[in-house]
């Protein structure tokens, strides 16, 4: 079986996982950047991936999905999220993370996906960019009601990304 793993990757730490799954799949599987647009035409599975910021899938996800739905309906396909935080939280009234930030791009494809999630990502205060530093600081701000420093933090599991990957196989075998 042909599988694309489209990953939207900020810092690398999607294209990380994506790697990860690729590697537990096996078989023929090509890990690719959302922004190179790679044609789903030969997949049999799509996985489609990214880095959750400020609540949302990167762009260039969307627009992967938006340009290639046609390409993508009738094919298999997977959806996952790489975030600090893969529960969510309800803080002031609203549900901020979790599923809500890759829900929109669940129900945008032709098809509901064999298997979707949210694996744990990294925070590395080394590698951000000043406009995500100044929004992380906005965030905990929020939550703590005070300045604070961002520390290194990693949630990026291996064999919780094998164990996802262990689902799509089962899925792929005995569809729900």
Known sequence: MKTLIVCAS??????E???WLAER??????????ESMPLPADADL???GSGIYRHKVLPSLEEYVNRF??????KKTVVFGVAMDTT?????GKVHGGWNCILPVILSLPEPPIHAGLLGGEINPD?????????????????YGRETKIPYKTRMDKNHVWAFAETILERLERPI
Do not use: C
């Open 17 to 19: 996982i994506g790697k």
């Open 69 to 74: 739905r046609d390409k993508i309906k009738g």
């Open 127 to 143: 590698k951000l960019d000043a406009k995500d530093t100044e929004g992380l600081k906005q965030f905990y701000r929020m939550i």
């Open 88 to 92: 969510g939280i309800f803080l002031r």
């Open 46 to 48: 799509v996985i489609l």
């Open 10 to 15: 900020k810092y690398g730490s999607t294209f």
């Open 25 to 34: 799949l096996g078989g023929d599987s090509l890990v690719d950047r959302a």
